[in-house]
């Protein structure tokens, strides 16, 4: 069996910037070893469901045989995940990090509709550990992920303070946090 695995899934609009934290978080892992995926996600300006799930699909599929596999997403992409494991009831991984989750009423009025994601009943997060992150005023998620999916799915969360939609323009570039999360298994409180 293989060594501990990562995959990073950006969001909308995101074109994997130089000094965003999931670049930097791409760099650090590899540089301690690690076999990290960071795909460029089809259309990232103006995505479709269909299209970023079979991409999501090959890049899971091209880390088989992993020890473990953990994912990252930010934004758009945390959509994508909760619909996937939602159309794929055998999608399990080790660990998952859902970094600012957008309000599916959000999506709903924008070029994303199709991503908009409602907590029901059936729904699963797809991973044996599973971590919710959001800035304490991240405008696309205004209740929090607490209200709008973790207490639902089961997870806990961590409110970043002054981290809005931990972008580059909020300051998140450098995360550490993130990366002692993947590495350690902890996030800082």
Do not use: K
Not at 2 to 8: D, E, H, S, T
Not at 117 to 145: H, I, K, N, Q
């Amino acid at each position: 069996m293989g060594a501990p695995a990562f995959l990073i899934l950006h969001g909308w609009e995101n074109h994997r910037p130089v000094g965003h934290w999931q670049r930097r978080l791409h760099d650090e892992l590899v540089a301690r070893g690690h076999t990290v995926r960071y795909p460029q996600l089809p259309d990232a300006d103006a995505p479709r469901l269909e299209a970023w799930l079979a991409a999501l699909h090959a890049e899971l599929e091209a880390l088989d045989g992993a020890e473990s596999v953990t994912v990252i997403c930010h934004s758009l992409a945390c959509a994508l995940w909760l619909h996937a494991a939602q159309r794929d009831r055998a999608l399990e991984v080790d660990r998952l990090l859902l970094a600012s989750a957008p309000a599916g009423e959000l999506l709903e009025a924008e070029i994303v509709a199709e991503f908009a994601f409602r907590v029901t009943d059936a729904a699963r997060l797809g991973a044996r550990e599973a971590l919710f992150v959001s800035g304490d005023a991240d405008p696309y998620c205004p209740a929090g992920p607490a209200v709008e999916f973790a207490d639902a799915l089961g997870a806990p969360v961590r409110l970043v303070p002054g981290g809005g939609h931990l972008t580059i323009d909020d300051g998140y570039g450098p995360w550490p946090d993130v990366l002692s999360w993947c590495v350690d298994g902890a996030f800082p409180a």
